[in-house]
């Protein structure tokens, strides 16, 4: 009854199509690893640090269409490096911290303007510009699929790892450097995370969306969970929804449009849209589980027992 | 330490208190140039509430700062508990100034506490029994148990406070330094962390360092102060500090100790008040 009734929505060789199987596969990754690392993101407040290597990213993916490469391992390393450079520049303070975004990203995308100058010069097709810039997941090569999937582990694990250090700088960088946490190295450790992470969700959905995938995911979990493990989980299931449901849109679309679908990435984007404006309304609708505790602020006035 | 020419208050020598859980010795300490400490000595026993008093700008921060190991001193040195050097010392519990934490945060104010645990080891932290009931010990002794559950941000700023306490003192401590933990609290809120501190001082032998400009506020519970002014210190206890005579010499100029109701009052009588202008509290303007 349920297969019968859901099959309408599921345009003919929908599920026999490899470009399909790529793209689902792809953009789960992708999105589960934006997820894991856009929660840290956007409490770190680097939600423009995410942004700026989602644009960083586009001059890697230009540089590797002229060499011939896939588009990945340009962003790949043009993400690393310029993770690095910040880094370098100094990522600590939130000024400090804006500055050597802004100084990165102008950069490199004065770079990718001569890249992608060049990738048309020389193919005589806007085509370059579009694929880096917006993505097109059902052109990927399967063998990128290994690709990623030991990027996206790399990048959760790291996360993994850093966790408790990562939270309690988040929370306080002066807290965490007084238990000894190594802190420059964690908030590098957790660049490298993010670089790559941007540089997978390019892939999916193109460098300059790459942000959507990373922050909206993340705002929606923000908006619905009290507890960070809580929230990471929220922010990848809703990534993998958006990624999946936006590629079916797309697909579809090809029939419905006749011929000449959507594109893919802003199928995904308008699902993590419409996903973070519910998730606003759920939460407004939900009542507030604090107690109330102006009352409370005497109450140590109270003795208390001895243990 | 003779040579700073400042009163030497009280038992202020190294071996002045009983039990010294923190010794700070002839400590100097420069940012980018400035001397911003200048050769202070002062010690705090252990069970003991020192309040670390001084106007905007005195040093206050820098010295907490050197005494967690932030900063390094140009000279002098501190001792914390069984001779080590603070660095490597685990027995700091540290209160950091003014956090912001934003309403969806997602982290519970136990979350918090919990981090205050095990925050500096890697991985994601593992459900455990013993953990969980340390975490729920720390909320309930800081009477924070009713709000365990809501996310931190959403707190007010004496309920966050009380987080941070507990948050510091899970580790059990034998020193706690906080760091302006009054100066967003309303009157009542911070009667209540004050109270809440000396109790601990007093229950578990630990040696509280708070600093504060206003120092009214902490007249019932501090036995010790260290006051900072322009870099260098007078301690003691109150009264052997907080006279006409050791704060003149301290700022350099005449200020005057009047007390009204129970209430302190450092009124400058001089044309240096200008050094303070935000300490309405503390220091108000001679006629």
New interface residues.
């Given amino acids: 009854m349920l297969a019968v009734s859901w099959a309408p929505l599921f345009e003919p060789g929908f599920f026999s199509s490899e470009p399909v199987h790529v793209a689902l596969t792809v953009g789960a990754i992708s999105a589960v690893v934006s997820g894991v690392v856009g929660v840290f993101t956007v409490i770190r407040g680097q939600s423009f640090a995410g942004h700026a290597l989602s644009d960083i990213g586009t001059a890697g993916g230009s540089a590797s269409f002229l060499v011939g490469t896939s588009t990945l391992y340009g962003f790949v390393a043009f993400n690393v490096v310029a993770a690095g450079v910040m880094e370098l520049i100094g990522i600590r303070k939130p000024r400090g911290r804006d500055l050597a975004t802004g100084i990165v990203l102008g950069a490199s995308l004065g770079l990718a303007a001569l890249f992608l100058y060049e990738g048309t010069i020389s193919s005589s097709t806007t085509g370059a510009t579009v694929n880096v810039l917006f993505g097109s997941i059902f052109t990927l090569a399967p063998g990128i699929m290994n690709v990623i999937a030991v990027l996206g582990f790399v990048s959760v694990s790291l996360i993994a790892v850093l966790y408790r250090p990562l939270l309690l700088s988040s929370v306080s960088y002066e807290m965490a450097a007084a238990r000894r946490v190594p802190v420059r190295l964690v908030g590098a450790g957790y660049l490298l995370a993010l670089a790559l992470a941007v540089s997978m969700s390019a892939v999916t959905i193109g460098a300059i969306l790459s942000t959507a995938l990373l922050i909206g995911p993340a705002a929606v979990a923000l908006r619905v969970a009290t507890r960070t493990g809580v929230a990471i989980a929220v922010a990848a299931v809703v990534g993998v929804v958006a990624c999946w449901a936006g590629t079916l849109i797309a697909y579809d679309s090809t029939v419905w449009a006749g011929g000449n679908g959507w594109p893919v990435s802003f199928c995904i984007v308008v699902v993590i849209f419409v996903l973070y404006f519910t998730s606003g309304v759920v939460s407004r609708l939900r009542a507030d589980p604090r107690p109330a505790t102006t009352s409370d602020l005497g109450r140590f006035v109270e003795p208390v027992e001895a243990a | 330490m003779v040579s700073t020419g400042l009163p030497q208050v009280g038992d202020d020598s190294r071996a002045g208190v009983a039990n010294p859980v923190l010794q700070v010795e002839d400590l100097s300490v420069s940012l980018g140039g400035r001397q911003v400490l200048d050769r202070v000595s002062f010690s705090v026993e252990a069970g003991g509430f020192c309040g670390l008093i001084g106007s905007n700008g005195a040093g206050k921060t820098t010295l907490i700062r050197a005494i967690?190991?932030?900063t390094a001193p140009s000279r002098g040195r501190i001792v914390v508990t069984d001779g080590t050097r603070s660095?490597q010392n685990p027995q700091?519990g540290?209160v950091?100034?003014k956090?912001v934490?934003e309403a969806?945060?997602?982290?519970?104010a136990r979350?918090?506490v919990g981090?205050g645990l095990?925050?500096?080891?890697?991985?994601?932290?593992w459900p455990k029994t013993k953990r969980r009931i340390a975490v729920e010990e720390m909320l309930d002794?800081v009477?924070a148990t009713?709000?365990a559950?809501?996310?931190?941000g959403?707190?007010?700023g004496?309920?966050q406070q009380r987080i941070m306490i507990a948050q510091a003192l899970i580790c059990r401590p034998k020193l706690l330094l906080l760091d302006e933990p009054l100066a967003n609290l309303?009157i009542?809120?911070a009667?209540?962390?004050v109270?809440?501190l000396a109790?601990i001082a007093a229950?578990q032998r630990i040696a509280v360092l708070l600093s504060a400009h206003d120092m009214n506020p902490l007249l019932p519970v501090m036995d010790r102060v260290v006051y900072l002014a322009d870099g260098r210190a007078v301690s003691g206890t109150t009264d052997q500090v907080v006279r006409t005579d050791i704060l003149s010499r301290l700022y350099g100029h005449h200020v005057e100790v009047i007390h009204v109701e129970g209430r302190v009052l450092v009124v400058s009588g001089s044309e240096h008040q200008a050094h303070h202008p935000n300490d309405t509290d503390t220091f108000l303007r001679g006629p």
């Fill in positions: 967690l190991g932030l660095r700091i540290y950091p100034q956090i934490l969806d945060m997602p982290l519970r979350d918090l981090l095990d925050g500096h080891r890697f991985g994601i932290p002794a009477g009713r709000f559950d809501v996310r931190i959403t707190l007010s004496g309920e309303d009542r809120s009667a209540g962390v109270e809440l109790r229950e």
